[in-house]
């Protein structure tokens, strides 16, 4: 993850820099955000949140402990009460609820955690899952669990990165999926710092990677079977058993991120990269929103944080033809910390773990935990950018009109990043293909682009430049990345 390590000259130059990348959207006039209030003494550095029934909130700290806010939905964020739940774990990056227990992610397993004489502080720490290798080095997190429709938890490991203690590397920068018995099986690997787990409508995992080495971008990855994501430390545990890849008999390096691809099969890259800088630095959690309509028109879709900037991105995500692929948008910025954790409450509200310590952030703060609600009036955004056989079908929140499409400035770029060992990489391969309005569906809401020519493998940047909606609403955010793996044959 790119967010952990000391400030690196290459990466972020200095935080001064950072001033220097515009505002992408401001969500102001739609969503608020309601930091909660806590003590003082509460150093409240969030590495993974899980809302409980009963209208109450778990948050795990970087510091080993789990806090309970009784009343996190207070309107003003404040009066919500702090009570301790749990204590000594190992850097704890994610937390989960599952039939009446507390699962944590430590560096070397995963922990359930219980209160079973009801006086509201955990009794019972029971090591749900462990085996992984950890050898003492800094950067050897686990972030997780996330249950799947099946019982299923869902682990991934960080790459290992620093001085080791011991030698035991095994199975460092690899997914795992965990049986219900606490067995598992890694399920593919290549990972550099895979800090946000997420599960889609069908069930289908993914996860977030880092920008940093074998990785020019920041990116969101889809976890099957013997997929490798890109990063070369994962050969080290490809020879033992169970692994779901053998290492290529030769790397292929020092090329464009699809023509690596198609020479080396094992190697599947993003499914949606999230361009750097433009998109954020540290790409960090995933959240579903499955709130049925209660956070606005994105139901089905992904938030996304973003550490170094704080700011959280939206994400759209298809499959065509075998292969994930889609669109990120920026949604929010302005955080008071760096975005570590999302998650989604009962009143549809989305709650945002922020942490900054050692990891540097542009947020005001170092740590807490804010929730952001819609206001209920619908952001005129660009809701979907799908793929098309000659270009791409964008669907808008809010009805436009012909006048309003050829009065805007519609701009688009395509571009590709390097595979290869060095830290992240510029964008490559640039062209600006033709485009034009092909139509406008009869409610105002769909326009079909044609696009001369589409690339496969590439990002495709969509700029549109003052289009407002039919009852004079700007466009916000006016731009779309889309990762386009395969272009649809129908």
């Known amino acids: 993850m790119v967010a952990p390590f000391p400030l690196l000259p290459a990466l972020l130059g ?3 820099l950072l001033a220097l990348i515009p505002p992408t959207l401001s969500a102001e006039e739609n969503y608020r955000r309601i930091p909660l209030e806590a003590p003082e003494s509460l150093v409240l550095e969030a590495g993974g949140l899980a809302c409980l029934p009963g209208g109450k909130l778990a948050v795990a700290t970087r510091r080993g402990e789990v806090w309970i806010a009784d009343h ?8 919500v009460g702090w009570r301790h739940f749990a204590s000594a774990l190992h850097e ?18 995963v922990t359930r955690m219980r209160d079973t004489n009801g006086d509201g502080v955990a009794d019972e720490y029971h090591c749900a899952a462990k085996g992984w290798g950890v050898s003492g080095a800094y950067h050897e997190y686990a972030y997780g669990p996330k ?21 035991d590397k095994n199975w460092r920068g690899y997914g795992l999926r965990i049986a219900p018995d606490g067995s598992w099986k890694p399920v593919s690997g290549g990972m550099r710092s895979p800090c946000g787990v997420g599960i889609n409508q069908a069930g289908d995992v993914f996860y977030t990677d880092q920008q940093g080495h ?9 976890i099957r079977q013997g997929a490798f994501h890109g990063h070369t430390a994962s050969f080290a545990s490809a020879t033992l058993p169970g692994a779901p890849f053998a290492a290529p008999t030769e790397l292929v390096e020092n090329v464009p991120i699809p023509e690596a691809a198609r020479r080396m099969p094992i190697y599947k890259p993003a499914a949606v ?4 800088r433009k998109m954020g630095m540290s790409t960090t959690d995933l959240a579903l929103d499955d709130t049925g309509g209660k956070f606005g028109p994105f139901t089905g879709q992904f938030f ?12 759209y995500l298809e499959k065509v033809e075998g292969e994930y692929q889609g669109a990120c948008f920026p949604f929010m910025q302005g955080f008071q910390a760096g975005v570590l954790r999302l998650e989604f409450g009962e009143d549809g509200s989305l709650f945002v773990g922020e942490t900054s310590r050692g990891w540097s952030s542009v947020g005001s703060k170092s740590y807490g935990v804010e929730r952001v609600v819609w206001n209920g009036k ?8 799908e793929a098309r056989p000659e270009g791409f079908r964008c669907t808008f929140t809010r009805p436009v009109t012909r006048e309003a499409l050829n009065s805007a400035s519609w701009k688009m770029r395509s571009y590709t990043y390097e595979y290869h060992a060095e830290y992240g990489g510029p964008d490559i391969d640039e062209k600006e293909p033709t485009l034009h309005i092909a139509s406008l569906s009869p409610d105002g809401l769909t326009v079909d682009l044609k696009v001369t020519p589409l690339r496969e493998g590439y990002i495709h940047e969509l700029q549109v430049t003052g289009l407002h909606s039919s009852d004079n609403e700007p466009l916000t955010p006016d731009i779309a990345h889309y990762t386009l793996n395969k272009i649809p044959k129908s």
């Open 92 to 109: 704890p990056l994610g937390l989960a609820y599952h039939e009446g227990a507390l699962y944590a992610s430590q560096r070397s397993e």
């Open 378 to 385: 619908t952001p005129f955004a660009m809701r979907t950018m």
């Open 72 to 79: 996190p939905y207070t309107p003003d964020g404040r009066q």
């Open 214 to 222: 074998w990785n020019s971008a920041c990116g969101i990855h889809h």
């Open 304 to 315: 996304v944080g973003e550490l170094t900037q704080a700011w959280v991105n939206r994400v």
């Open 147 to 167: 249950f799947d429709p099946a019982g299923n938890m869902w682990v991934t490991l960080n790459c290992t990165m620093g001085d080791a203690v011991t030698r």
């Open 14 to 16: 200095s935080i001064a």
């Open 273 to 276: 990269w999230l361009p750097y």
